[in-house]
């Protein structure tokens, strides 16, 4: 089974500190996601990769950066915390294949900014 | 631009009645693929469904099939004799071909499904 792990499920932050989400994955997978949940938003996309060092924004990039140097390990970064970023983070890969496309989800890492 | 949109926050449905979900989505890729996650109270992401755009046949997955009218936009979600452990959040999503050869997978606001005993 594809495993995506993402290394806290729970971390708290000061506003203005610099924080690293660390998401890795165990099949090679080529496309990996970043999406933060919050209740009546459903999941946005902040970032997605398709390949090392490779990135493009999705709907919702400010206040965010993210890494790629190494295919199983996507980071998200936010580089000055503040009290809206508070949400559930999640990380997904994906392969296409001929029968479509799956995308496979961590367990989530619930992001508290105060 | 893309977007999903699903209208229906909350639903509740009598345990072994038929229940269907609604999803439209709007994209100008002509090749796209469309999604159903389930969410239970856990918090997993439980992958159910997939259509792609060229596919001429609806999809189905065991009790769960997908109503996808093209011209219509829509991609609903039909969960046949709905049991108490269907009781989740649902979420409809699509994907598209990003500027690169990346694929950008994006997600409706979901719907709370509450199944009734």
């Known amino acids: 089974d594809v495993k995506v792990t993402q290394s806290s499920r729970y971390l708290v932050k000061r506003t203005g500190e610099k924080v690293f989400l660390e998401c890795v994955q165990d099949?090679?997978?080529?496309?990996m996601f970043w999406y933060r949940q919050d209740p009546g938003l459903g999941l946005r996309l902040i970032y997605f990769?398709?390949?090392?060092?490779?990135?493009e924004k999705g709907d919702i990039p400010e206040g965010y950066s993210v890494s790629r140097e190494k295919k199983e390990r996507f980071s998200l970064i936010l580089e000055s915390a503040s009290t809206n970023q508070t949400s559930m983070y999640l990380c997904?890969?994906?392969?296409?294949?001929?029968?479509?496309?799956?995308?496979?989800f961590g367990s989530g890492t619930q992001l508290s900014v105060l | 631009a893309q977007k999903i949109t699903q209208t229906q926050p909350g639903m509740f449905v009598q345990e072994k009645e038929a229940v269907t979900l609604d999803c439209t989505y709007d994209?100008?890729?002509?090749?796209?693929?469309l999604f159903w996650y389930k969410q239970p109270s856990s918090g997993e992401m439980i992958f159910l469904i997939y259509?792609?755009?060229?596919?001429?046949q609806n999809a189905t997955e065991g009790r769960y099939s997908l109503n996808f009218q093209k011209a219509r936009k829509s991609a609903n979600l039909v969960i046949s004799a709905s049991q108490l452990g269907d009781s989740a959040m649902y979420f409809c999503a699509m994907r598209e071909q990003g500027y690169s050869s990346a694929s950008k997978i994006i997600f409706g606001s979901g719907t709370r499904l509450s199944i009734r005993p």
């Open positions: 259509q792609g755009s060229y596919d001429q």
């Open positions: 997904a890969s994906s392969w296409p294949t001929i029968s479509g496309e799956k995308l496979f």
């Open positions: 990769s398709y390949d090392v060092k490779m990135k």
């Open positions: 994209t100008s890729d002509p090749s796209y693929g």
């Open positions: 099949m090679d997978h080529e496309n």
